[in-house]
């Protein structure tokens, strides 16, 4: 009896080591992270793999943060056509969206009411008028034998012996205000008109204890005073 036992279980352990075990997969590990891109196309053209960009790369160097290049050019605006549809029998009304100085857009309006041909373009334009031949223009000139004047186009230079002790702007019309500390108390009064762009029109006048300059301007603009190396105030308009 136990020989019988014997051989059954021996005939069981030869039957299990004839049953082999599954292979377990390889596992290929690859050394380099960086994901590749498979741009194989339908056709069966094949690219070269390019890598991803690493999304944890700064795009903007230290070195160039905060630097602008190839600033555009800022040009003045001159012409632009505009072309209606067939169905466009008449003018209504044009809108323009524009920027003031302090970056702030405004929108203005103006109502129009005629009949348009279709085939021909509406023109915006911004022309440069020409000066009028009969008026000189006067840049270069003195108000009171004690304010020189130096006119080039949106920067005045003012020589004077007299202290300015304020400035400031008034509007409708736009002017530029620079008020000087009078010593003699002289009274000085005198205007000039200067048939030029930006500032059309100089004024002096006498107050109680100090002189007024007013220039008169075409309109609004920032501005800036500063002292040059000859002791002269240096205006800039802009």
Sequence with gaps: MKRIILLFALTSLLANEAQKLPNIPTLNIDSDPTPTIDTTNNTGNTQTSQPLRNPFDALVTPKSSGQLSNLPDLNLFTKTEITLPSTARKIKKITIDYQNLDGSITTFEKVLDGNIDWHLPLILAQ??????????????????????????KQKVILKTSFTLIRNFTLTSPTRLILDFKSIANKPLTESLTTNLPVITEVTL???LDFYRITLSL???????????KEEALEIDLY
């Design 218 to 228: 075409d309109g609004q603009y920032n501005y800036s005073i500063k002292s040059d």
């Design 205 to 207: 006048e006498t107050h």
């Design 127 to 152: 022309e440069i008028q020409l000066p009028n031949t009969q008026a000189v223009a006067k840049s270069n000139f003195t108000l009171g034998d004690s304010f020189s004047f130096d006119i080039n």
